[in-house]
């Protein structure tokens, strides 16, 4: 197999088949994947993307489009750049990870350390793997116009992004100003998505705390929550007694905090004094006044962490689980506090105080779900659950009660934003930010929330813009269809996003060049590049060159090529070729891309689009699939059980890949990776290649087509061939390998015991030539393969999808063969239940009275539905029934009962006793006894009870 594949890679390349050129005659297609980030090779769940994608190109092609599907590599941002620090550093791990890399691609041990040594440059990093890349998807058959790629670290690349923030900023979507954003302490800068370890599966967003001040001793303790509305339930202060603390004077006020919590609010609040540094114990036993006047004991609590928030936690047990267990804990075992000297009898009085109504809940909520869920530790871990079930029903179901005060009445919903508003406009309280998930970046820094001066971000909170994106989502091609709702919820929470950072790799800010585009802010339009990279190289046009006109008049149609020609020195014919080319190929038509996309990449992809572009080259179809996992789980280095994509180009084989990938799961669904489903796969694609491969040298027999069974094989493949076509424009892509690949292949192996290994293959050559058409998308090598043993010139992947032939579909045809398919099955199931092996099966062909029923019924049944009454009143006109008016009454409510059992049309008793004849021998084969074919007419004088059974297409069997 992988012989095949590399000699029709080598051909495709040296006929330059998938350079795609404007054509005005042809209706154009352009497809684009996200291009990868070069910080590494890739593995198999960044395979399934691209595969997909891949067989959207090829199969468009196949439809007649004029196909353009181009790739180019992403090294913006920091990752690379932290690896290259790593690297220059001596960080072992990253130099043995580095190392194996490498040496995935290269032989030479002294060439591997070369290569690593050059990696303290991080352009270096970049461009070997961008190869590497290049050269793992063509070795797994993608169809990509190489002529176009390029990376983002390129100054052609870098001018074409200045170009884009100039368009933002003239539509006033560019700010600048004081931003909380996720901050990485070990780079000294704001981190993304992509800088962030798997934040592209598991987003860090900003969590806005709200910091409560406590009086205590000279200052105040800043307790942290969610959900400030609990204020009015406090009974207690949680410290977390190994935990290390400060004392800090902010503004003229004092307060304490964690030392975690320290290094976050210096980060957030400036002039931040720093007076003295304790213990968690010596809080312990004392006491605080909350902002209601309440006279509070801190006690200890192991659940309280020291690097959330502020490392204070207030409890309010009524309602947080995590309290009422601690708390319960501490009233169940008194000896915890007598390391701190606490009287046992100070907690024993403190009771959780019900402040929110819930309906259905009589007591304490947080009480009733730990009791629920068997909950007796504070470090339980179905402690998340229960806080999680409490916090959901009190949200949408929860009314604070009287003891709330003027917030009596109020909504949990509403309440939390109003009693926060109260707090902080009483100075009783402050904001606090801290990140979703505990994170680090790519190179291990840990990331916080932090307040940057200065910070460029681009408004994406502008209505105009919010309301034109919601306008053109409802109009876009969003599939799977339910995740469209989620694009329109990213819409509405997005706001400010900082777009820039001090450090890494990528382009700088024009017009404030100490910054630098981060990395996903500057590939959101960069498909329109891909349109005209080509030309830019091929009549070596410098950066200098691609001024902010130039991109005007390519992209916008502003200005006048023969002015611009002399002004920039570029030839007015290259100009318009270039703005013709833009305009013949933009809007990209479908982008397919991982469901983790959406709520960053995909909805600036959308939204840029719009701010820059005229309505006519916004994006027109999103498609999505789901992540990749192994054997039920997630892949991760650290496991060990990462799939890269150089494994499967030299250790399996592309198109058992691209099969693979594409069947194993449907797009919405996530994909697990399964090495017995991958062998079982394997032997199907091997059993397909000998079966095609083989066919290829045969004739199609000359009486073929005259019997039954030929008639079905052509009518089960044009029928699927019709509904594969369906199944590919919805993107049902699994549905469709199914339907072509393995019910075909089960097909045709019940075609040749049918009609032996001769015909078998004679039959197969009758549909081979557009069978393989139709499964070139997937399997393109082994197709090409198969193309050129049939003698066809060109190649497979510029051929036209087959078309239906119409006359080829038999449905009488189709039915009786299914019928003996069907009578093998009955035969095979009720022999499980015998205790010794028949020698003899007597088939049983209903009489012709039932299909005159059965004639009549189809009639009512189109006219009036299934109507017994009906039914029986025509009965007793006819007088043919009048002698048997039981038994066909006894037919006719036993279809009723199962309409399954009512064939599509009427098969005279002379045609299916004709195809059960013909299947004798293969009936006999296949069940090992005798067959016999009675009409139940004269079976019921031979007294079988199973005559009476029979129904047209479904034979009574009596087995001796």
Same mark, same amino acid.
Request: aromatic residues 12%.
């Given at each position: ?11 495709? $390349?040296? !006929? +330059? &088949?998938? /350079?795609?050129?404007? =054509? @005005?005659?042809?209706?154009?297609? #352009? ?79 002294? $060439?591997? !350390? +070369? &290569?690593? /040594?050059?990696?303290? =440059? @991080?352009?270096?990093?970049?461009? #070997? ?832």
């Amino acid at each position: 197999m992988r012989k095949i594949e590399r000699k029709w890679q080598r051909e495709w $390349e040296k !006929e +330059k &088949i998938f /350079e795609a050129e404007p =054509d @005005p005659s042809r209706p154009k297609f #352009f497809i684009t994947v996200p291009y990868p980030y070069t910080s590494g090779p890739l593995h198999i769940g960044h395979g399934r993307t691209y595969t997909i994608g891949d067989i959207i190109a090829r199969y468009k092609r196949l439809k007649g489009y004029n196909v353009l599907f181009p790739m180019a590599f992403h090294i913006t941002g920091t990752p690379i750049a932290s690896i290259s620090d790593r690297i220059a550093r001596g960080d072992q791990k990253a130099v043995e990870m580095y190392r194996y890399y490498v040496s995935l691609y290269v032989r030479d041990p002294s $060439e591997v !350390e +070369k &290569i690593l /040594e050059s990696f303290k =440059d @991080p352009i270096n990093v970049a461009t #070997f793997f961008a190869e590497r890349i290049h050269l793992d998807f063509k070795e797994l058959g993608y169809s990509i116009d190489w002529r176009r790629k390029f990376h983002t670290g390129e100054s052609i690349y870098n001018k074409f992004v200045e170009w884009q923030y100039y368009k933002l900023k003239e539509r006033g979507l560019l700010k600048q100003g004081s931003h909380f954003v996720t901050y990485c302490l070990l780079h000294k800068q704001p981190e993304g998505e992509d800088d962030i370890q798997d934040a592209d599966v598991n987003p860090v967003d900003i969590v806005e705390f709200v910091a409560i001040k406590f009086q205590y001793d000279d200052g105040y303790i800043l307790a942290s929550t969610l959900r400030p509305e609990t204020i009015f339930g406090a009974t207690n202060m949680w410290v977390n007694p190994n935990g290390t603390y400060v004392k800090i004077r902010y503004k003229g006020e004092v307060y304490y905090m964690s030392k975690d919590a320290l290094v976050k609010f210096e980060h957030q609040y400036d002039s931040v004094e720093v007076l003295a540094e304790m213990n968690g114990k010596e809080f312990i036993g004392k006491w605080v006044i909350d902002p209601l006047g309440k006279k509070l004991i801190i006690l200890p609590a192991d659940f309280v962490d020291t690097d959330v928030a502020t490392g204070f936690v207030y409890s309010e047990p009524s309602d947080a689980p995590y309290d009422y267990v601690a708390l319960m804990e501490l009233k169940k075992y008194p000896e915890k506090l007598s390391p701190y000297n606490v009287p046992p009898e100070v907690v024993q009085k403190i009771e959780p105080i019900k402040i929110i109504n819930v309906p259905g809940i009589m007591g304490h909520h947080a009480e009733r779900v730990v009791k629920e869920l068997g909950i007796e530790s504070q470090l339980d871990k179905k402690l998340e659950e229960a806080t999680k079930i409490v916090y959901k029903e009190q949200y949408y179901n929860g009314v604070l009660n009287e003891r709330t005060g003027e917030f009596a009445g109020l909504r949990v919903s509403e309440a939390k934003e109003r009693v926060k508003e109260w707090l902080i406009r009483e100075k009783k309280a402050l904001i606090f930010y801290e990140t979703s998930r505990k994170a680090v970046c790519r190179a291990g820094g840990k990331i916080i929330i932090a307040r940057i001066k200065d910070q460029w971000f681009i408004d994406y909170s502008q209505g105009w813009w919010k309301d034109l994106t919601r306008k053109w989502l409802k109009e876009m091609w969003i599939y799977p269809e339910k995740y469209k709702k989620m694009f329109f919820d990213t819409v509405d929470w997005l706001h400010e996003r900082p777009c820039a950072r001090r450090r890494g790799l990528g382009t700088r800010l024009p017009f404030d060049p100490e910054w630098i585009i981060e990395s996903l802010s500057d590939s959101t339009i960069y498909m329109a590049f891909y349109t005209i990279v080509h030309h830019i190289r091929d009549n070596d046009i410098t950066p200098e060159k691609l001024t902010l006109e130039f991109f005007d008049y390519v992209f916008l149609g502003k200005g006048n090529a023969e002015e611009l020609s002399r002004k920039l020195g570029i030839r007015k014919e290259v100009l318009e070729k270039m703005r013709q080319e833009f305009k013949y190929w933009y809007p990209v038509d479908q982008r397919h891309t991982g469901i983790p996309h959406i709520s960053n990449h995909l909805t600036f992809y959308i939204m840029h689009h719009i701010a820059i572009f005229e309505p006519q080259y916004w994006p027109r179809a999103i498609t999505l699939n789901e992540l990749v996992i192994r054997e039920g789980k997630k892949m991760a280095k650290s496991k060990g059980n990462v799939i890269l994509l150089r494994d499967i180009v030299e250790s399996y084989s592309a198109d058992l890949f691209r099969l693979y990938v594409a069947f194993a799961a449907d797009l919405d669904t996530i994909l697990d990776w399964k090495g017995k489903e991958v062998e079982s796969v394997k032997n199907k694609l091997l059993r397909f290649a000998e079966l095609a491969l083989k066919a290829a040298e045969y004739e199609i027999p000359d009486d073929f087509g005259t019997k039954i069974i030929d008639k079905w094989l052509l009518t089960r493949f044009y029928k699927r061939l019709k509904e594969a076509e369906k199944l590919l424009d919805s993107m049902k892509i699994r549905d469709y390998i199914v339907l072509m690949f393995f019910e075909m292949l089960r097909d045709i192996s019940y075609y040749f015991r049918r009609v032996g290994r001769e015909r078998g293959f004679g039959g197969i050559r009758s549909i081979l030539e557009p069978w393989i058409i139709a499964l070139s998308p997937v399997i393109p090598h082994l197709a090409e393969e198969i193309w050129s043993k049939l003698g066809k010139k060109g190649f497979i992947s510029k051929a036209k999808w087959p078309m239906v032939d119409e006359s080829r579909i038999d449905e009488k045809a189709m039915i009786l063969e299914d019928s003996v398919v069907k009578l093998l099955e009955d035969v095979r199931e009720i022999m499980k239940t015998l205790q010794r092996r028949p020698e003899k099966c007597i088939i049983i062909i209903a009489s012709k009275w039932k299909r005159e029923i059965l004639r009549l019924l189809l009639d009512i049944k189109s006219k009036y539905g299934l109507n017994v009454g009906i039914i029986a009143k025509e009965l007793r006109t006819r007088e043919e029934f009048q002698n048997i008016m039981k038994e066909a009454m006894s037919f006719v409510q036993k279809l009723i009962r199962k309409p399954e059992l009512i064939p599509p049309i009427i098969i005279s008793q002379e045609e299916e006793e004709k195809i059960f004849e013909d299947a004798k021998s293969f009936l006999e084969e296949n069940l090992e006894m005798r067959i016999e074919i009675l009409e139940e007419e004269k079976a019921l004088k031979f007294r079988l009870d199973k005559a009476k059974q029979a129904i047209p297409l479904r034979p009574g069997i009596h087995l001796q």
